[in-house]
Each structure stands twice: as C-alpha cells, then as structure tokens.
C-alpha cells in the first residue's frame, strides 16, 4: 500500500467515525468524500475498494460502496 493510500483509508475512517451520530452515517460519509474530496482521491479509494477495501471501517466501507453503486 502507497503512503498517499494509507492516508485515504484514514481519512475516509476518520471522517465515518466523526459522522456515527449522523441519523444516517454511511450517507454522511459518502456526502462529506463526495462533496470535498478532490476526483484523484476519489478513484484511488475506490479502486482500492474494488482492490478488497482492506483496512476500511464498516461505515466508510458501505459510503464508499454506496457511492460506487451512484457513479
């Protein structure tokens, strides 16, 4: 995994356990990636969900596959 990566996968995480309060987080998380997150980042974590998603929380993981089904 490339730093640039890692940071993504925390990030995403960061931001799904920010958003667990939300009346609906999964939705939140993909809102706030979508919303503020640059096109480069966007298609680098979702390839590496398509990849296997390894080290995604369950939240970020379900936002991101969300989205996936969205694009």
């Known amino acids: 995994m490339s730093t640039s990566l890692d940071r993504?996968?925390?990030m995403a995480n960061q931001i799904a356990r920010n958003l667990a309060t939300d009346a609906d987080p999964v939705a939140?998380?993909?809102h706030h990636i979508r919303r503020f997150w640059d096109p480069?980042?966007?298609a680098?974590?979702?390839d590496h969900l398509t990849a296997g998603g390894q080290g995604l929380d369950p939240v970020a993981r379900d936002a991101l596959?969300?989205?996936q089904g969205s694009a």
């Open 8 to 10: 993504l996968i925390y």
């Open 28 to 30: 939140a998380t993909a």
């Open 40 to 42: 480069r980042m966007r």
């Open 44 to 46: 680098m974590i979702l």
């Open 65 to 67: 596959l969300a989205m």
